[in-house]
């Protein structure tokens, strides 16, 4: 059972990260009260990359025990350790690397030239055992409180591309994708099953060429054509969106 999706709309993209920081920081903050830890899959792009920076304007970060925050991704773009363009670096550059996390508790895809070389179903089956290896009793992934994604302006989501093998994957957690419409081609992504364990899936965008992909899905299109349409979480999904993005999705309310 998963969530139905809520939507709020911020004023700006500057917003947009701004209040989702702060939601992020409330709900680590929440989950540590009532488990005495947290965990939060990242995300890469644009827009998840300005709330990781922004976490650090949030006053409230100090009330958060970062050593005990569980960090995952989404997704990765497999390539050198350190690559800009990873996904991990940008994370790292953004937020991590000025806050007192716990390194152990940083679950990195492998990079291209880590230990699996340049074999990313490697990557991808590493992984799958990491969170096997994290996840309650006969679980195959954690319940992850809060899962950050981004949309693509061709519904994306992860790395889980529109008709791709990954979209049409009900079996592996994680995957290795291949031939992806955007650069860099090879990824290794967490599938639509292994999100849709997270307590809470919140959806991430701004920008007026997200439009069409995000009014498409809230408007029921099938996670085949719209992949972001079928990230959901247990407990909530939400959208957190600008005007721009939020332009053509039905039922927006404002935050
Ligand atoms: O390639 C990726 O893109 C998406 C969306 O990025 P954005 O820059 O358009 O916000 C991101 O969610 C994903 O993690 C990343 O690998």
């Known amino acids: 059972m998963t969530a139905a999706p809520q939507v709020v709309v ?30 939060v899959v990242l995300t890469g792009g644009r827009t998840g990359t300005a709330v990781l920076a922004q976490v650090l304007a949030v006053p409230a970060k100090d009330a958060v025990d970062w050593s005990r925050v569980d960090f995952y991704w989404g997704d990765e773009r497999f390539l050198p350790a350190g690559d800009p363009d990873r996904n991990e670096t940008q994370a790292r550059e953004a937020f991590l690397d000025h806050l007192p996390v716990d390194p152990a508790r940083v679950h990195v895809m492998e990079p291209s030239d880590g230990k699996f070389g340049d074999d990313p179903d490697a990557a991808a089956e590493a992984y799958a055992r990491l969170l096997v290896a994290k996840a309650p009793g006969e679980e195959t992934v954690p319940a992850f409180d809060v899962c950050l994604l981004g949309v693509g302006e061709e519904g994306h989501t992860a790395s889980i591309f529109p008709d791709s093998p990954a979209v049409h994957e009900t079996d592996r957690t994680v995957v290795a994708v291949r031939d992806c419409p955007k650069p860099p081609p090879t990824r290794v992504s967490l ?4 999100i849709r364990r997270s307590r809470e899936v919140w959806l991430l965008t701004g920008g007026e060429s997200k439009a069409d992909a995000v009014g498409l899905a809230l408007d029921g299109a099938t996670e085949v054509d719209i992949p972001a349409a079928g990230a959901r979480g247990r407990s909530r999904t939400v959208w957190l969106l600008d005007k721009a993005a939020a332009a053509k999705a039905p039922g927006t309310h404002r935050a």
Do not use: E, K
């Open 10 to 39: 911020l004023a700006d993209s500057n917003s947009l990260a701004a209040a989702t920081a702060a939601r992020l920081v409330t709900a680590i903050i929440d989950a540590q009260a009532a488990t005495g830890s947290a965990s």
């Open 191 to 194: 599938t639509l099953p292994a």
